[in-house]
């Protein structure tokens, strides 16, 4: 391979680079009133990048790097919905930073070098890469929760999530260096492989000991249940903008490795009686997140809560499909249901909308009343009747009510689960489906119906960036929606190339 196409397959991530460099050099000479140009300077950047991407799709297949960084249909894919997603967050963040943030341009470029650690975990193809990735996300996800300006809340949430990622990423890092014992690589297919033959072969107790520890690490990113704990005080106690980024881009990222891991190290090697036994676990762990997580949701009075709680049930929806890929590798032909990694992957894309859409939604309710619990938000669909509508259809999706992208996301997840045997469990998350509605249509009844009681501290809008978002958010779920055949052709054509 040629420098020239080393330099081309991370072109979208040396673009991301540039912005982050530009933009520090940049924040050294504004003053502090023009610091939203540092903000502008970064989003042309990743706007760039993610322009670039989209045009390296027909770019084939390619490793450089020695292996450390892979370029391939899965890579692509998921590095589109992550730089999406830092988008989305950096357009909802420009009125938030200004009025919350002494370090402004900081930041600003923060949130880009997280989204770029969650690029090269998605097409990391070594051990040290990834582990890279995934530390260039949660390091700077720390200190973003911990920028509110005057907020003990958010110093406290940041020590939590600090003190709970340093355990994991420690547990995962130890899982990675019993791999690596037992393979001789850190090439994460090769390692994959190796690891898969060893699980049903005489070491089979330490390569379980190990996947379990990297499991365990990355279902810390994933907020799934008993891995959880972490992520209702670091949801409530950071800004709306950084916790919509946590509760979506850092799921992606770490979903894209999860679902690699599965498929390396269980799938195409012979190992459908020891991918069973797994995706019983998966299974378990899905069910309690969705079961724990909506539960809780439901008697909380706080938004920014009740959206966290409602994360991890949707990481216990996704999991859903997760087993459903572990449990059946060879669909018959004309199947009616997507496979399950299909499945997981079109739901994680409408998912990015429907929740960044909710958290930009709330988050402009919110600074109208100077309030995050649901009570004071009574009637402010009045004030404001396209944000209520946006943010209400967005509520709605993610309850997986018709006719928004969150019925169909959740038809194909449920429906791979039955299809593959797990009926038990698409029949719970029918239930939890059901049960999240009542807390969803809490806030919109709420947002509608309630008599308005909270003074309104701000009635200007909240700025251009967040009507941006919102109006992206929405725009992609109709989208996803109305495009759905042709967004599962291009899932299927990126999960041939994982």
């Known amino acids: 391979m040629t420098h020239h196409t080393d330099l081309v397959i991370i072109f979208p991530e040396l673009l991301v680079v540039a912005a982050i460099f530009i933009a520090t050099v940049a924040d050294l000479f504004i003053n502090r009133q023009n610091k939203l140009a540092v903000g502008y300077m970064v989003l042309l950047g990743m706007v760039g990048a993610l322009v670039t991407l989209i045009g390296l799709r027909e770019y084939s297949t390619a490793f450089n790097f020695a292996g450390m960084f892979e370029h391939t249909g899965y890579s692509w894919w998921f590095r589109i919905m992550i730089l999406s997603g830092g988008i ?47 530390e260039m996300l949660s390091i700077t996800s720390y200190v973003l929760v911990g920028m509110q300006r005057g907020k003990p809340i958010a110093a406290e949430a940041s020590f939590k999530y600090m003190l709970y990622g340093a355990i994991s990423s420690a547990v995962m ?11 001789g690589t850190l090439n994460i297919a090769e390692a994959g492989a190796s690891l898969g033959l060893l699980l049903e072969g005489h070491s089979s107790m330490a390569a379980t000991l190990a996947m379990i520890m990297v499991l365990g690490g990355l279902g810390y990113k994933l907020a799934v249940v008993p891995f959880h704990q972490w992520s209702p005080d670091v949801y409530h106690g950071a800004s709306y903008p950084v916790t919509a980024f946590l509760s979506v881009v850092s799921k992606i990222a770490g979903f894209a490795i999860v679902i690699r891991l599965v498929d390396y190290v269980f799938m ?31 008697v ?113 997840l449920f429906g791979s689960a039955v299809q593959s045997g797990y009926v038990w469990l698409a029949i719970i998350g029918l239930i939890m489906s059901i049960v999240s509605l009542y807390y969803y249509a809490r806030v919109i009844k709420t947002l509608y119906f309630d008599e308005q009681t909270s003074e309104i501290r701000n009635a200007t809008t909240s700025g251009s960036g967040v009507s941006a978002a919102l109006g992206f958010s929405f725009a992609g779920m109709l989208l996803s929606m109305f495009f759905a055949e042709p967004i599962i052709n291009i899932i299927r054509w990126s999960m041939e190339r994982l």
Not at 173 to 183: K, P, Q, S, V, Y
Not at 276 to 289: D, I, K, T, Y
């Open 300 to 412: 909380q009075s706080n938004v920014k809560r009740m959206l966290a709680y409602s994360s991890i049930s949707h990481a216990g929806y996704v999991l859903v499909g997760i087993v459903a890929f572990m449990a059946t590798n060879d669909l018959p032909a004309g199947v009616a249901f997507l496979d399950g990694a299909t499945a997981t992957v079109f739901y994680l894309f409408g998912y990015l909308f429907m929740n960044i859409g909710a958290f930009a939604g709330l988050m402009h309710f919110s600074r109208m009343v100077g309030s995050a619990e649901t009570a004071d938000l009574a009637g402010l669909a009045k004030k404001s009747p396209l944000v209520a509508f946006v943010t209400a259809s967005c509520l709605v999706s993610l309850a997986g009510l018709p006719p928004f992208i969150g019925f169909l996301a959740k038809f194909y």
């Open 88 to 134: 989305l967050t950096l357009m909802m963040s420009f009125i938030y930073a200004q009025e919350r943030h002494t370090k402004q341009g900081e930041y600003y470029y923060l949130i880009a070098i997280a989204t770029l650690g969650g690029m090269v975990l998605a097409g990391s193809g070594n051990v040290v890469s990834l582990f890279l990735g995934l």
């Open 268 to 298: 195409g090697y012979g190992l459908e009686v020891i991918a069973s036994q797994w995706a019983l676990a998966f299974a378990f762990m899905a069910a309690a997140s969705m079961i724990i997580g909506n539960m809780a949701a439901l």
């Open 173 to 183: 890092l130890f899982g990675f260096a019993l791999i690596f014992g037992m393979t």
